[in-house]
Nanobody, 122 residues
């Protein structure tokens, strides 16, 4: 099974930007970002197909976050702009099957990283 390692989390102020990376140990198909805030369930953030032609975002991040991938490096990225305190969470990357109707659901993915902490202060 592919191994995933996230990096790039940090403490930033509201309005600032941050870029997260997710390095995979091998080739992956659909990949995604999820996040979990303290006391809340994990939620979908963004997803990207193998060729980058299909992308999806949660409404809460649309227009502020951009997901991308570099298949030559087996790495996915999440560019986060205009960060808000409500974006504070542990961000996890995930890898799953070919693009389909379930790409926004946790069950669609069978490999997960340990997560990287993003904290946005006011």
């Amino acid at each position: 099974q592919v191994q995933l390692v996230e990096s790039g989390g940090a403490l930033v102020q509201a309005g600032e930007s941050l870029r997260l990376s997710c390095a995979a140990s091998g080739r992956t198909l659909t990949m995604a970002w999820f996040r979990q805030a303290p006391g809340k369930e994990r939620e979908f953030v963004a997803t990207i197909a193998l060729n980058g032609g299909n992308i999806g975002y949660a409404d809460s991040v649309k227009g502020r976050f951009t997901v991308s991938r570099d298949n030559a490096k087996n790495t996915m990225y999440l560019q986060m702009n205009s960060l808000k305190p409500e974006d504070t969470a542990v961000y996890h990357c995930a890898a799953g099957r070919s693009w389909g109707s379930g790409v926004r659901q946790e069950w669609y993915y069978d490999a997960w990283g340990q997560g990287t902490q993003v904290t946005v202060s006011t």
